[in-house]
């Protein structure tokens, strides 16, 4: 009988040393679970109910322990620990599943995601509509994680979000508000000597007034003479704090004067007239040589242009010989009158004034002349001179941010917005207004201008498009009350450029329309919602656009919850999938097939397979492995204990064959 027990117990001792040796085998095995040996004792059926002796060691089960194991960092992304609960899903080349703590993945030739024996990881793959969108839709069919290593076609920008902060204590804009004079009523040449200068009827007439008050404030009254030239009409606005002003006078004069003789310029008989066989090179030199004076002839038009560096009028007389005279101011001719042959014609010249911040130039003599002449412009209540915003002029705005949008070629664009404190209106005391402009690489983007000559060059005073802006209105707590036009704010003028200024080929603007899905023209929205003006400095909170270049694969990064993501050269990144993980109701019934993976059974249950981090699946860490779970401290005291198990039960065979012997041997 002895024999029996001894036996049983060499074969379990045999099998818990075999059991115990795989465990330290493996003990450097990624993923690997330790397994014990249960055993259970042996009895012969006793059906008299009398005690017997026992028949030896039975081996019940050699379970495995699923515990987690210690998680070790690498330097491959596509290396997976999961932290906690759960299973990756492997499919191999017959599509048999398999499920796997081992997550030493990487890609193959075709760029799916496989273990380092070839089976393909499983996972939830994304729908290409939705792979750009931060948090795509998992809900897909399992299947194979494959990445696509194809260029990310570029996308163009139709939103853009910007979220700021308006510095509340800023003055307007800084460094005064230029104006000059519009032509009416001077720069016109007149017959005889006067100019086209109204004179002020009272001291009262024309005021600059600082409009921060209530009522307005008085800075200084101004007064000239009828006739004053706009040199002293400058000369009295610059005396007055806070406003500069400057004056010139421009006329042109035609090709008659080329055969007049004895022209006389502001009393100085030119002499290279005295024959009336004129060149207009001698007439620009000798013109040039008086003080103040400058002048150009252009021999395809025939035409003199004489400026008076000062704004003094320019008076043009001749013995003999009549000429036509064209006055200009600010590039605009005014109007033209007939000189010479003892007939004096006179032209005034314009003025160029600069006010500080809220200082304007007003008409207050409502009862005497209510639409009296201000050095040719006509002033009224509603009427403020203000800087106008040029993006070449730092001082005409307060702050700026730019942002780099896209074409449909993918082509980078800088959009930049400027911001433009407003004063308060003659008869309104809102200091919560803001102007935003907005141009890209330089150019002017709002409505097509009528007035753009195509025959001249571009510039920002010669531009197809006329300025886009958006006025911004905030409230007393510094939130937007308004905006005009409503946000988002329409782009539908933008036409993309190259480097030289011509259209690069992208599409174009579509006039009215609505950025459309898939996009169809350059029109994009700009979105200043959420933005604020408060007593802190100008800053960007929030910015934001959907546009980006071509760009390149260039890495993988797993998140915890199993999203695959790719990077691109474009700093964009783009989901492939989500790595699906299995748990099953009794992991101890799952069989193992080696290579560190296990196969479902019925003793397992049905596989319950979810994305990481749901149904009480663990999360998973990317660039990192989980290590064996084995704990050699343990299995080498356990080596020990089944050495001595297995030598102690052959010590029973070996007594029970000295009893043999002896009972042989009577």
Do not use: C
Request: zero cysteines.
């Amino acid at each position: 009988m002895s024999f029996g027990v001894g036996l049983t117990g060499l074969k379990g001792a045999q099998t818990d040393l075999d059991v115990t040796g795989h465990n330290i085998a493996n003990a450097g095995t990624v993923g690997f679970k330790q397994s014990r040996v249960e055993f259970g004792d042996l009895y012969a059926a006793n059906v008299s109910g009398n005690f017997s002796a026992g028949q030896g060691v039975a081996i019940n089960q050699v379970s495995q322990q699923f515990n987690q194991g210690d998680i070790t960092f690498t330097e491959n992304n596509l290396d997976l620990a999961i932290n906690g609960e759960g299973f990756f899903v492997v499919q191999n080349t017959l599509g048999e599943q398999f499920y796997t703590r081992s997550g030493m993945f990487g890609l193959d030739n075709e760029g799916f995601i496989v273990t380092n024996t070839g089976e393909r990881v499983q996972g939830f793959g994304v729908p290409e509509e939705l792979q750009l969108q931060p948090q795509p839709n998992p809900a897909r069919p399992l299947g194979d994680i494959q990445v696509d290593d194809a260029d990310m076609a570029p996308n163009r920008t139709t939103d853009v979000e910007t979220d700021f902060n308006l510095d509340a204590r800023v003055e307007y804009a800084t460094g005064g508000l230029p104006a000059s004079t519009n032509g009416t009523g001077v720069s016109v040449p007149q017959v005889g000597t006067t100019n086209g200068y109204s004179a002020t009827t009272t001291t009262s007439t024309v005021q600059i007034v600082n409009a921060s008050f209530t009522p307005n404030q008085v800075v200084s009254d101004l007064s000239w003479t009828a006739n004053d030239s706009a040199y002293d009409i400058a000369t009295a606005i610059s005396q007055v704090d806070g406003a500069t002003a400057s004056a010139s006078t421009t006329t042109q004069i035609d090709a008659g004067i080329l055969t007049a003789t004895d022209v006389v310029l502001n009393g100085n008989l030119l002499t290279s007239t005295a024959t009336g066989t004129n060149t207009g090179a001698a007439l620009a030199a000798e013109i040039s040589s008086l003080a103040n004076f400058s002048a150009s002839f252009d021999a395809t038009t025939n035409t003199l242009t004489v400026v008076n560096d000062l704004g003094f009028d320019v008076q043009l007389d001749s013995a003999a010989g009549t000429f036509g005279v064209t006055g200009v101011a600010n590039g605009v001719a005014q109007g033209t009158a007939t000189a010479g042959a003892g007939t004096t014609v006179t032209t005034g010249g314009y003025v160029d004034v600069t006010l500080d911040p809220g200082l304007y130039i007003v008409n207050n003599d409502s009862t005497t002349a209510p639409n009296d002449v201000v050095f040719g412009a006509t002033p009224t209540n509603d009427t403020s001179v203000i800087r106008p915003f040029s993006p070449t002029d730092s001082e005409s705005y307060n702050h700026t941010t730019s942002v780099t949008i896209y074409d449909s070629l993918g082509n980078p664009h800088v959009m930049t917005q400027y911001f433009v404190k407003e004063p308060p209106t003659l008869t309104a005391t809102n200091e919560n207004t803001w102007t935003m402009y907005v141009l890209v690489d330089g150019y002017q983007i709002g409505d097509p201008n009528p007035a753009y000559d195509s025959t001249q060059p571009e510039s920002l005073t010669n531009s197809p498009n006329l300025p886009l802006s958006q006025q911004i209105v905030f409230d007393n707590s510094g939130q937007i009350a308004s905006t005009n036009p409503s946000t988002p704010l329409l782009v539908d003028d933008w036409q993309p450029r190259n480097a030289a200024g011509n259209p690069n080929g992208a599409d174009g603007p579509t006039s009215g329309a609505q950025p459309t899905v898939p996009p169809t023209s350059s029109n994009f929205l700009i979105d200043v919602t959420g933005s604020t003006q408060h007593a802190s400095q100008f800053a960007i909170n929030g910015l934001a656009q959907d546009g980006f270049s071509t760009g390149t694969l260039v890495g993988l990064d797993v998140g915890t919850d199993g999203q695959v993501v790719g990077r691109y050269t474009n700093g964009e990144t783009r989901t492939f999938a989500y790595v699906a993980m299995a748990n099953f109701t009794n992991e101890q019934g799952l069989v193992p097939v080696g290579d560190t993976m296990w196969r479902g059974s019925t003793a397992a249950g049905e596989a319950v397979i979810n994305l990481p981090g749901t149904a009480a699946l663990g999360r998973i860490q990317s660039a990192a492995l989980e290590s064996s779970n084995v704990d050699l401290s343990d299995e080498l005291v356990g080596l020990i204990i089944a050495q001595r198990n297995y030598q102690a039960n052959a010590k029973t065979i070996e007594t029970e064959n000295t009893i043999s012997q002896t009972i042989l041997n009577i």
